[in-house]
């Protein structure tokens, strides 16, 4: 009795380390879409549909193929700003190995296979890139940092990869990707002389320079489905309609997220905020609210409840920081969240 109930304990452990340890695919079985923007859009910024600049290079893979008894898929470039697969380009195969949780890339089917994502590493462990468009950023890249975030699909683990050795900002300069999702830089990022600007490109933040990679990842879906979607929400007015665009639907005005609508008659104001946020309501009832803020990690750093209040509710944001948060709220029962934007 004693060994069964060692032999079961031991069991149990490995199923739950088994599950702690689940792989999400990169690549569908059918349809994966990647669409970048590049040129990044802070939270805040007061813009109209003029201001936006969407790439025009959306990446889809699409058809299979088998090269030397490995099972690839074709990659196409699309053409446009929209998802027009009739209009593709075909620019090389991908394969992804899911039980080693890597992900190859290779332009021909002749040509060298690189690794383009190495989803297996763990903190501290190093991996060697190729860049065929930019030979100087060869070399070992490091796991500095793997940080569970949540996003559309489910929790997913990012990974910052640092070169550490000849890189001459490697505060700046690194590399994140996130498993099922890919690079925030590019699909594909180590292609095209898109893919690294020796400037500043997103140099919004402030006077220091947070990035230098001149495009970032959109939006990723799997079929129908949407995977991820960048913070890159900005406020915008067309025939005065103030609302929130997503990083996926520039230029489509008053079509935002619907995790980012707030109910009928509740409104929450100012964003960008400074020193508070403040959530009104209209319609002369009492309300019972529950109000949170995460940071973009995750990490709830406000709570704050209120009982039969009626007309609004003021939660203060001394001691944040710059950057973008996410409000929850629960009024009533019902369950709501909104991106916000604190500003200097």
């Known amino acids: 009795m004693k060994s069964f109930f060692i032999i079961s304990v031991i069991g149990l452990l490995f199923i739950s380390q088994t599950r702690s340890q689940t792989y999400y695919k990169l690549l569908d079985k059918d349809t994966t879409t990647w669409q970048h923007f590049n040129c990044f859009i802070p939270v805040g910024n007061k813009m109209t549909n003029s201001n936006i600049n969407v790439s025009s ?25 929209g998802l027009n697969y009739s209009g593709k380009t075909l620019v090389g195969y991908m394969r992804e190995d899911t039980l080693a949780k890597k992900v190859y890339f290779r332009e021909t089917t002749t040509s060298t296979e690189y690794l383009l994502y190495d989803f297996s590493l763990n903190v501290n462990d ?20 793997i940080v569970t975030k949540n996003e559309r699909c489910g929790q ?9 050795l000849n890189n001459p900002q490697p505060a700046v300069k690194y590399i994140e990707y996130i498993e ?3 690079s925030t830089l590019h699909a594909l990022y180590p292609y095209g002389s898109w893919a690294i600007n020796s400037g ?7 006077s220091t320079c947070k ?28 025939n005065g309609c103030m609302t929130i665009l997503d990083s996926c639907s520039y230029g489509n005005h008053c079509n935002g997220l619907q995790a980012g609508i707030l109910p009928a008659g509740i ?31 995750g990490k709830l750093i406000i709570t704050q409840k209120e009982i039969g209040t009626s007309e609004k509710v003021k939660i203060s944001l001394n001691g ?3 950057g973008i948060y996410l409000l929850k709220i629960k009024i009533d029962g019902d369950k709501f969240s909104k991106p916000f934007f604190v500003e200097e």
């Open 320 to 322: 944040i920081t710059k």
């Open 180 to 182: 099922s999702i890919g």
């Open 156 to 164: 997913r683990k990012h990974f910052y990869m640092r070169k550490h």
């Open 200 to 206: 500043c490109q997103f140099s919004w933040m402030g």
């Open 57 to 81: 290079a959306p990446v889809a893979t699409l058809d299979s193929i088998t090269i030397n008894t490995n099972l690839y898929k074709k990659v196409y470039q699309l053409s446009g700003s």
């Open 267 to 297: 409104t929450m104001f100012p964003n960008p905020a400074r020193d508070y946020l403040e959530i009104t309501f209209k319609d002369n009832k009492t309300h019972s609210l529950l109000a949170e803020v995460y940071d973009i990690f």
């Open 211 to 238: 990035h230098e990679w001149t495009l970032g990842l959109a939006c990723k879906h799997n079929g129908t489905k949407k995977q991820y979607q960048s913070c890159t929400y900005t406020l915008a007015q067309s």
């Open 126 to 145: 190093s991996v060697f890139l190729m860049f065929p468009s930019g030979a100087t950023d060869n070399g070992y890249y490091r796991a500095d940092s």
